[in-house]
């Protein structure tokens, strides 16, 4: 199988459990949100400089140098449009526990991450449509699937805007409840996402073994440039240390797993589009706690850049 074949190769998945990680990411965003008030709305009026650059970094900044990474390495197209994806996705849902992990501002991470999670609805697709029409390899292969932007905000929307506003819900009626599921809930969200990625590979191992090199490297490289870009753009911008390392990591954590779903059921499981999104599902959790373990350690006082 050479290089090439991967663009037409669709993995196999059960379509039957489908519907199952459907509803198992909806309760993922669900527990996301409960712990997310109204508040962390408002945080961009307390700090509206830092929630801007979190949110430029995220759906304008990373998307186009993601754009610049494929036109200058020239992936095969599938995989471009991986790269597209998974830039055009919100932030993962760890990522609030790795800046707390990493002495980031949390607080500022919560807000990013709601903020994110509402603009996705609209943002994902669109970046996803703007940024694969406008490199001719990965638009012919729109062309060819012909999705309609409308359907993907559609379901976008089920699977996290309306978990959204339910576990926001919950928690500003029921604050001591939603505390005590959130906990839960975060075990659940890890195992999901290890249960997902699992199942997404598991009936295609030789596909999996062919393409590692291949595709882990642009993975690699993709993400330390996400990483790059939320700590450089916040540093130049003058945020404080902790910002900036809020930034830096809901820059580089990605939704992948909201990028799979949409794969599957947008280019049925098109073959090195869900290859990136799988790795960099891996990638970015392995990345992302090595990079907050050592910002842990650091023996800075982060009260003097703030």
């Known amino acids: 199988m050479t290089e090439a074949l ?25 527990g996301i949100a409960l712990e997310i008030s109204v508040n962390d709305f408002k945080a961009t009026l307390r700090q509206p400089k830092a929630v801007f650059v979190g949110v430029g970094c995220q759906f304008l900044l990373l998307p186009a140098i993601t754009f610049l990474l494929i036109w200058f390495i020239k992936p095969i197209p599938s995989i471009a449009l991986g790269m597209f994806m998974v830039a055009a996705c919100p932030g993962g849902n760890v990522s609030n526990f790795m800046t707390h992990l990493g002495k980031g501002n949390t607080a500022l991470s919560v807000s990013l991450t709601a903020i994110a999670t509402v603009l996705s609805i609209i943002m994902t697709p669109f970046n996803l ?3 694969a029409v406008n490199y001719e390899p990965t638009a012919t292969i ?6 309609s932007p409308f359907t993907m905000i559609k379901l976008v929307t089920l699977l996290l805007g309306i978990p959204l506003v339910l576990g926001m819900l919950v928690n500003h009626h029921f604050p001591m409840m939603a505390k ?15 249960a997902l990625i699992i199942l997404a590979l598991n009936n295609n191992k030789d596909i999996f073994m062919q393409y590692i090199v291949y595709v882990f490297w642009i993975v690699l490289v993709h ?14 911008l003058g945020l404080s240390q902790q910002d900036t390392r809020s930034i830096t990591i809901e820059t580089g954590i990605q939704n992948s797993g909201l990028g799979l779903i949409l794969i599957f059921t947008f280019f049925q499981g098109l073959g090195g589009m869900a290859l990136v999104a799988a790795f960099w599902g891996i990638w970015h959790l392995v990345s992302g706690l090595l990079l907050a ?9 982060i009260r003097q850049h703030i």
Do not use: P
Not at 142 to 147: A, R, V
Not at 293 to 301: E, N, P
């Open 6 to 30: 991967l663009d037409t190769v669709k993995l196999n998945f059960d379509t039957d459990l489908q519907w199952v990680l459907n509803v198992l990411l909806a309760l993922v965003m669900f």
């Open 129 to 131: 449509q703007f940024w």
């Open 142 to 147: 729109l062309k060819e699937i012909s999705i």
């Open 180 to 194: 005590k599921l959130a906990k839960s809930f975060k075990i659940v969200s890890l195992l999901f996402f290890v």
């Open 223 to 236: 993400n330390f440039l996400a990483f790059t870009t939320g700590f450089s753009v916040a540093r130049l």
């Open 293 to 301: 373990g050592f910002w842990s350690r650091s023996i800075v006082d």
